[in-house]
């Protein structure tokens, strides 16, 4: 299906710049994609994010980190966290993400996305060949003792609702392309891992 019928009004029709893909990828020196970074809150995932976004930059590779908290500032503002809203914050998440890619920078989001129906829509819409599935694992307690911002006390105590892990559902990744376990690894070695998997997806 091309992009003008997805839009449901046939006077929207999608527009193509003067550079193609494989044009871009040249100029730029890599190709764009998308690492899909989940796993429960307080397993590392905006940590392990940005150093990896730092550490591209450094090697002067377009990288950007889509954040959880921060597109609820503004893009997903009018958004909660019940099923639907959640669904709706990866969809949204899931668009912005793809047209990086198409811009050629590597997208490093770090969002829960609980919900496996959510990621596979986001692999599907992204595209498979620049899509990449990592589960930041990490059992809930030891998310629950690191509690970096205070949320899992909140959510035991009832003052935070639909939290995911006490009082809604995480799904495990049943076939994520790469696994970090940032229980077992340290910073630097959980780093390595995704770098060296980036660089290998993301070469010409």
């Known amino acids: ?38 796993g429960l809150s307080g397993s590392g995932k905006s940590t392990i994010a940005y150093e990896c976004e730092k550490r591209l930059l450094l090697q002067r590779r377009m990288a950007f980190v889509l954040d959880g908290d921060n597109v609820r500032h503004g893009l997903n503002r009018d958004l909660g966290f019940s099923a639907g809203d959640r669904t709706e914050n990866i969809r949204r998440v899931t ?20 919900y496996r129906r959510d990621r596979d829509a986001a692999r599907l819409a992204i595209g498979p060949e620049r899509f990449i599935e990592v589960y930041i694992q990490a059992d809930l307690s030891v998310c629950e003792e690191r509690d970096p911002k205070g949320l899992y006390k909140k959510a035991r105590a009832g003052e935070v609702r639909d939290f995911t892990g006490i009082s809604a559902p995480y799904e495990e990744p049943e076939n994520p392309d790469i696994i970090i376990d940032s229980q077992r690894y340290g910073l630097e070695e959980c780093v390595s891992q995704l770098m060296n998997y980036i660089i290998k997806k993301s070469a010409l």
Do not use: H, Y
């Open 1 to 38: 299906m091309n992009q003008d019928m997805q839009s449901g009004d046939k006077n929207i029709v999608w527009q193509q710049g003067l550079i193609g893909p494989g044009e871009r990828q040249s100029l730029l020196g890599q190709k764009g994609l998308v690492a899909w970074i989940t």
């Open 95 to 114: 668009e912005v993400a793809k047209l990086f890619a198409d811009a050629g920078v590597i997208a490093l989001t770090s969002f829960i996305s609980p």
